[in-house]
Every structure is written in structure tokens, then in C-alpha cells.
């Protein structure tokens, strides 16, 4: 009994240090919403009720101000938020659809009116672009943005190039690499929900990572993605690395079902010839997938589910050296008076290729055909406990089978 007892601590123990680990590495995702509530004449309003509600979810969260009228509600999914004031003495004051974008802070300060004839007053604007509670430089980009830009090769990293200091890699790297004020790329850090997404061995993102011949090994549903927030100059929670900081959310359900079925073509038959190739060279490339998510017990739990299939056949151009007529019966004659036997195998290699009437380097132009399928998956559950409690797991899977010569 002694050793079972001792057994099960030290279990517990590693248990509580494991979570511990993992609990360190994951960093936040949420947003929080602060403000000052004011009355008519800017004096503040101590002890006002400040209520948040979701409105997609329905989730709400109540604080109250402090003596100094400021309010802080942290830790909030992203969404449009109702905020709701009141205070003795004063009429009720709503705030409706308040963006809450993800690691970011976002100032609403209200400004009370006197209860009087008025019963509810509701102000409807947008908040400010400036934040001014953080030193980090971000920027947002929003689902609107990942949903409408063009993005060539479905890697939203490409959407990156349009904050101040980022821009793409050399050619050299895969899809959308890019660098951000003259940092490396690998030093970039990329979240997904808040935990590290980091390959441990390149220190490249795992989604969207450049395998073989530069295609991506794994795509990212663009359109699981509900927005991402790009800090070019972390905040010190973030530490490790020094470029750009990558917090990418993926959606979430609602309380109503949404969803969406794209397919995305490209075609070598749509292309113009590029002017120093003979002719077009075959490229097709088809993006499909789809996703949904909904309610699976309404106002608490929450499902959200996406696929991106991928189809690429490519023959990228290519050029060999092909000896002459002349060279090769040189060669031949060369041989033949040294006593050497000709290689057989490279005469089976000269006969795949049409004889060349001229010399020099790269005198043939071909293409050699590779291709690429992928299926990618994700899933995602989240489960709202108590007000301040939510719960999420997501899992995700890839399948990729590549050719190429």
C-alpha cells in the first residue's frame, strides 16, 4: 500500500509538471477588452457593471470598474462582442459589435448619460486603429482580408508582405517565406491557437513548410482560418526569437452553422507562352475543400471541421547538354583508336534525345513531369465550462503522395 501511495504521488507530481510544461509553452490567443466609463462631463464612474457578450456564442462575462472607472475583460475569444453598461443613476449603455481580434487589446471607453427620458442609449462606432496600450508593432489580418486577397499557392503567409518590414524570401524559399525588418526567416515564431507551430528541426512553420521540388508537404486550410495577428516587434512574453510573431487563429463554431465549398484551378491552357520558352509546358494545379462549423449543444459546445485537397501535375522547364552529330562521331573515332568500348548506357541515353546540329551548353529544353497530391484535415472542438472556463482541442492530418523526376 505504502509503495502504491508513493507510486500514484510521484505520478501525480509528473503529471502536474507535464501540464505545467505545456500550459508555459502555449501562449494566448484570446483578446481582452479595457475602457474608461466616463460620465457627461468626463468625470469617471466607479463601480459601473460592465457585461460582455458574444454574439455568436452567446457567452457573456460581467466585471465591475474600478474606484478609477477603468474596466478590464481579459481573456476573451475572438468575435464581436455587446458591451453593456450600467450604473446608478445613469441610463443604460450598449456598445454593439466590438471587434476582438486575436492577442490583441481593444479600448472601448463609455461615456454615461443621465437617466432622464432617455431608457437606453446605444453608440455604434468603430475602435480606433492606434493601440496605445502596448508597445508591440502588430498588425491584424482579418478573415475579411484572408477571404477576399488573392493568395497564389494557398499559403496565407503571402498575406504577410502587406505590413510595414515583411517581405517574401528569395527564391530559394517555399511559397509564401518571408523576413520581417532583416531577421532570418527561421526566426520567425508561428502559433497556431496559442501553442507552438515551430518545426524543431528547420524552425520553419510545420503547415505549409516547402518539401520536395519547393511544393508544400502540408497545406493549411485558408479557409479554417478566422484571422492572424503579425507582431514585426514581439511583445516579451513571446521571447526566443527574434523576427516576426505569427498568432494564427483557426475558426470556431457558432450558434449557427456556417460553411463554405470552393475550388481553386490552374491551367497551362489559361497561360500566354512565356517568350523564351518554345511552347507552353503542361501545369495544372487544383485546390478543393471545403469546411463547416455549427452548434453542437447551443450557447456551450462547439464544432468546426475543414478539408483542402490538392492536385498538381507540373512539367517545369529544363535544360541538358545534347553533343552534336559531330561530337559524337569525334568521340566515337576517339574511342575506337584508344581500344575503348563504348558505354552502353549512354548510348541508350543519347537515343532518348534528338540529335543536336549545334554545340554548347544547354542546347535542349524539356520538361520532366512531377506531381503532387495532398489531402489535409482539421478538426476542432471547443466547450464553454463557466463564463471565465472555455475549453478547445483541435487535431489535424495530412496525407501526401509526390512524384517527381
Do not use: W
Amino acid at each position: 500500500m505504502n509503495m502504491s501511495s508513493s507510486l500514484m504521488r510521484c505520478a501525480a507530481v509528473i503529471a502536474s509538471l507535464f501540464l505545467a510544461v505545456v500550459i508555459g509553452h502555449a501562449q494566448s490567443i484570446n483578446g481582452r477588452i479595457v475602457g474608461t466609463v466616463t460620465d457627461p462631463n468626463g468625470a469617471v464612474v466607479p463601480k459601473a457593471s460592465v457585461s460582455v457578450t458574444n454574439e455568436g456564442t452567446g457567452a457573456e462575462r460581467t466585471v465591475e470598474a474600478d474606484d478609477s472607472g477603468t474596466y478590464v475583460v481579459p481573456e476573451l475569444p475572438v468575435g464581436l462582442y455587446t458591451i453593456s453598461v450600467a450604473a446608478a443613476n445613469f441610463a443604460p449603455a450598449n456598445r454593439p459589435r466590438v471587434k476582438v481580434d486575436v492577442g490583441a487589446e481593444t479600448r472601448v471607453d463609455v461615456a454615461m448619460s443621465v437617466q432622464g427620458a432617455t431608457a437606453e442609449v446605444t453608440v455604434n462606432d468603430q475602435s480606433p486603429v492606434l493601440q496605445s496600450d502596448s508597445s508591440a508593432l502588430a498588425e491584424v489580418i482579418t478573415n475579411r482580408q484572408v477571404e477576399s486577397l488573392p493568395i497564389n499557392g494557398r499559403d496565407f503567409r503571402r498575406l504577410t508582405i502587406i505590413t510595414p518590414g515583411a517581405v517574401p524570401r528569395s527564391q530559394r524559399g517555399s511559397l509564401g517565406s518571408f523576413t520581417v525588418n532583416g531577421q532570418r526567416e527561421k526566426s520567425n515564431i508561428f502559433l497556431i491557437d496559442g501553442v507552438d507551430n515551430n518545426d524543431s528541426f528547420r524552425n520553419q512553420p510545420s503547415f505549409n513548410q516547402g518539401g520536395v521540388t519547393g511544393a508544400p508537404a502540408t497545406l493549411f486550410p485558408v479557409d479554417a482560418l478566422g484571422e492572424f495577428n503579425i507582431q514585426t516587434q514581439g511583445a516579451a512574453e513571446y521571447g526566443r526569437n527574434s523576427g516576426a510573431v505569427l498568432n494564427i487563429l483557426v475558426k470556431t463554431g457558432t450558434n449557427d452553422f456556417h460553411g463554405s465549398a470552393y475550388e481553386f484551378l490552374r491551367n497551362d491552357n489559361f497561360d500566354a507562352r512565356n517568350f523564351f520558352e518554345g511552347k507552353r509546358n503542361e501545369f495544372k494545379n487544383n485546390n478543393f475543400g471545403g469546411v463547416i462549423g455549427g452548434p453542437i449543444i447551443r450557447n456551450r459546445t462547439f464544432f468546426f471541421a475543414g478539408y483542402e485537397g490538392q492536385r498538381e501535375s507540373v512539367f517545369p522547364p529544363s535544360a541538358v547538354i545534347v553533343p552534336s552529330s559531330a561530337a559524337i562521331a569525334t568521340a566515337r573515332a576517339d574511342n575506337a583508336a584508344n581500344g575503348r568500348a563504348e558505354n552502353a548506357l549512354s548510348t541508350r541515353l543519347l537515343a532518348l534525345f534528338p540529335a543536336s546540329n549545334s554545340s554548347g551548353t544547354n542546347n535542349y529544353a524539356f520538361g520532366a513531369p512531377n506531381s503532387n497530391r495532398s489531402n489535409n484535415f482539421l478538426a476542432k472542438i471547443d466547450h464553454r465550462v463557466t463564463s471565465k472556463l472555455n475549453l478547445s482541442g483541435r487535431t489535424s492530418s495530412v496525407r501526401v503522395l509526390r512524384s517527381f523526376r
